[in-house]
C-alpha cells in the first residue's frame, strides 16, 4: 500500500526550515520526482448540480479516484471568467473562477481538500494573452489614452500591415490592429519587443515601463493563486510571449525572473510549460515541459502518426507510429528527440510525455485495450513527469462527428464526458441529456470507471498496478537513469533499463504483432517480472534472452 503524507498549508511553505531559498535546488519542488499528473478538462469530468457542465464540486468529489490510479498532482485547464470561445484560454478574469465551475472557494477547498489526500493541484495559466472581454483589452481598445493602452500589441494606424505578426483590424474606433496569439479574440498581451523596429515605435522594448507592468500583473496573478494555496502552473503557449525574440532570449529571460521569485517566495510550487522544446524551457526556469505534438515530430510519431488527420496540427504525412501493430513506424526519431533534450536537461529538470491533452485526438483511437497497456507501461516507467489525460487510463473513445464546440475543432472528440458508470448520462451528470456540455460516447461497448473496477485485468488496473510499481521502485523515479538499448532506424521492440544504484528494471516493449527475440548483454543473478504480458526473460550465458510476442510488454526487476 502506499502512504502519503499530508502536505503542508501553502501558508508554511516559504518559511520552511526544511527548504530555505539559499539552498540551490536546481530541479525545483522535491515532490516533482515522483509526480504523476492527471489533467482535468474541468467542462467534461464531474457535474454536480445537474446543468450538464463539469465542476469544482465534481473534481472535489473524484479526489479519491484519481489518488486511487496513483497519481499524485494534477493540472486543472483554466477554469476562470471567460465568455469560452477558446474553452477558457481566453481569459476575461485570472482571478475569477468561472461561475458555471463554482467559485473562487470553491477552488480553495479543493487546493485543501487535495492536500488532505497528498495531491498537488496545478492551474493553467494563460499568460500571453486574454480574452477580447478582459477589461484590460476592454480599455486599451478605447481610442482615448488610458493606462491600458499599451498593455497589448497594437501598431498604430488599421491600414498597416505587419507582416510576420497575426492581426487583426477593425475591432474598435481604436485607429490600429491588435496582435492576436491564437484565435482572433485573444489578443496578446505587451511582454515588449525583443528587436523593436526603430521606425516602428509602437512596437516597445522589454523594458518599457507599460510591458513591465504587464509583466508585474501576471506575476500578480501568480502570486495570487500560489498565496490561495495552488501548487504551481501549468503556462500555456509559454514560448509565445515577448514578439520578435529570436531564440527566445528575452522570452527566458523573463521566465527566468518568475523563476526566481518562486525560487524565493513559493519554492514548493511548479512551473510547467507547455513549449515542446524541453532544453528551452527547462533552460528558461521551468521545472517541467511537455515535449508534444508541435516543434517537430517526435511526440507525434510515438502515437499519432496515422491516426489524426483531422486534429489540432497534427498530419498524417510521415508514415507509421511506432505504436502501431503493423509494426511499420520506428521509435528512432522520438528517441533522437528525447535523448537530445533528456541529456541536456535532466540535472536540471524533467520532460514529461503525456498520454494525451485536450488539443489532440485519444490515445484510444483504432486500438485495442491490450495495445493501449503496452503504451501505458511505456509511459509510465519513463523518467520525469507522467501525465494521464482525464479518461486515457480507461481508453475513452475519441468521439467523431460532433460540431465545434468552444473552438474545439478537431480537438471537440477528445473532450467529451468522462465515464464513470453505466447510469444515466454514464453517471456524467444528472441533468437532462440534452444540456450536457457534449454528448456522451454514444458507441455500443463503450468504458466505464464502474466496469473496469470490476475488471482485474482492465486497463484501469493495469494503470494503478504501473503506479503503484513506480511508487514503490526509487529506481523508477523520475530523477533516475534512462538507458535505452539499441534502438534503429528500422521497426525494433524498444528495450530500456531504469536505474538507481543497484536497483534496476528492465523495461521491454514491443507494439507490432510481429514477434521478436533479443539477446542482451546484461549480467543478473536473477529476473523477477513486475508487471505486463507476452515477454518472457531467461538467463542465457553471459545475458538475458528476451522473447517477445507480438503487441507485448514487460517490467522486469533484475535481481544482483
Ligand atoms: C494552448 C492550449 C489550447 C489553446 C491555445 C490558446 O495550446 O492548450 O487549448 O487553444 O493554447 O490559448
Ligand atoms: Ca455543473
Known amino acids: ?59 472535489i468529489r473524484k479526489l479519491d479516484y484519481i489518488a486511487s490510479l496513483g497519481c499524485n498532482a494534477i493540472w486543472i485547464n483554466p477554469c476562470w471568467l471567460s465568455p469560452f470561445g477558446d474553452a477558457g484560454y481566453d481569459v476575461a478574469d485570472f482571478c475569477r473562477v468561472a461561475p458555471r465551475y463554482g467559485t473562487n472557494a470553491d477552488l480553495r477547498r479543493l487546493f485543501r481538500e487535495a492536500r488532505r489526500r497528498g495531491l498537488r493541484v496545478c492551474l ?81 522594448p522589454v523594458d518599457h515601463p507599460d510591458v513591465l507592468r504587464v509583466r508585474a500583473e501576471m506575476k500578480r496573478i501568480m502570486r495570487y493563486w500560489l498565496d490561495a494555496g495552488a501548487d504551481g502552473f501549468r503556462v500555456d503557449m509559454a514560448s509565445s510571449l515577448v514578439k520578435r525574440d529570436p531564440g527566445y532570449q528575452q522570452t527566458m529571460a523573463w521566465w527566468r525572473e518568475v523563476r526566481a521569485m518562486c525560487d524565493r517566495d513559493y519554492p514548493d510550487a511548479a512551473l510547467i510549460s507547455e513549449w515542446s522544446s524541453p532544453r528551452h524551457a527547462i533552460a528558461a526556469g521551468f521545472h517541467v515541459d511537455f515535449l508534444i505534438h508541435f516543434n517537430g515530430l517526435a511526440y507525434t510519431t510515438l502515437f499519432r502518426h496515422e491516426r489524426s488527420r483531422d486534429i489540432f496540427g497534427v498530419r498524417a504525412r510521415y508514415g507509421h507510429s511506432f505504436f502501431d501493430r503493423s509494426g511499420r513506424g520506428s521509435v528512432a526519431e522520438f528517441l533522437r528527440t528525447y535523448l537530445r533534450h533528456y541529456r541536456l536537461t535532466r540535472r536540471t529538470g524533467y520532460i514529461s510525455i503525456p498520454s494525451g491533452n485536450h488539443d489532440i485526438g485519444r490515445l484510444s483511437e483504432g486500438r485495442t485495450v491490450a495495445e493501449l497497456k503496452v503504451i501505458f507501461t511505456f509511459l509510465l516507467t519513463l523518467p520525469g513527469v507522467p501525465c494521464i489525460y482525464y479518461g486515457d487510463e480507461i481508453g475513452l473513445r475519441h468521439v467523431h462527428g460532433l460540431p465545434s464546440k468552444e473552438g474545439g475543432y478537431g480537438r471537440t472528440g477528445a473532450r467529451t464526458p468522462m465515464q464513470w458508470t453505466g447510469g444515466r448520462n454514464a453517471g456524467f451528470s444528472t441533468g437532462s441529456r440534452h444540456r450536457l456540455y457534449l454528448p456522451i460516447d454514444p458507441k455500443a461497448g463503450r468504458p466505464t470507471v464502474e466496469t473496469q473496477l470490476n475488471d482485474p485485468e482492465s486497463l484501469l488496473h493495469h494503470v494503478r498496478r504501473l503506479l503503484r510499481l513506480r511508487a514503490e521502485s526509487p529506481a523508477l523515479g523520475g530523477d533516475e537513469d534512462f538507458l535505452p538499448l539499441g534502438a534503429t532506424s528500422r521497426y525494433r521492440p524498444l528495450v530500456y533499463l531504469r536505474r538507481k544504484g543497484a536497483e534496476r528494471f528492465l523495461v521491454a516493449i514491443n507494439p507490432a504483432r510481429t514477434e521478436h ?33 507480438g503487441v507485448s510488454h514487460g517490467v522486469f526487476r533484475l535481481i544482483p
Open 1 to 59: 500500500m502506499l502512504v502519503r503524507k499530508p502536505l503542508r498549508p501553502a501558508e508554511a511553505r516559504a518559511a520552511d526550515p526544511r527548504s530555505p531559498p539559499s539552498v540551490r535546488r536546481p530541479k525545483g519542488p522535491a515532490w516533482l520526482r515522483h509526480a504523476v499528473f492527471y489533467e482535468i478538462y474541468p467542462q467534461s469530468f464531474l457535474d454536480t448540480n445537474g446543468d450538464g457542465i463539469g465542476d469544482l464540486p465534481g473534481i
Open 124 to 204: 493553467d495559466l494563460v499568460a500571453g494573452h486574454t480574452s477580447v472581454e478582459h477589461p484590460w483589452f476592454k480599455a486599451s481598445a478605447q481610442p482615448g489614452k488610458n493606462p491600458q493602452t499599451n498593455w497589448y500589441v497594437w501598431n498604430s494606424s488599421v491600414w498597416e500591415d505587419v507582416p510576420d505578426l497575426a492581426t487583426v483590424q477593425g475591432f474598435s474606433a481604436r485607429d490600429g490592429r491588435y496582435v492576436a496569439n491564437f484565435f482572433h479574440f485573444q489578443p496578446a498581451l505587451n511582454f515588449g519587443f525583443a528587436r523593436p523596429d526603430p521606425r516602428k515605435p509602437w512596437q516597445l
Open 517 to 549: 527475440e533479443l539477446l542482451l548483454r546484461i549480467r543478473t543473478k536473477s529476473v523477477a517480472g513486475c508487471v505486463g504480458s507476452g515477454v518472457s526473460v531467461e538467463i542465457s550465458g553471459s545475458g538475458l534472452r528476451l522473447r517477445m510476442r
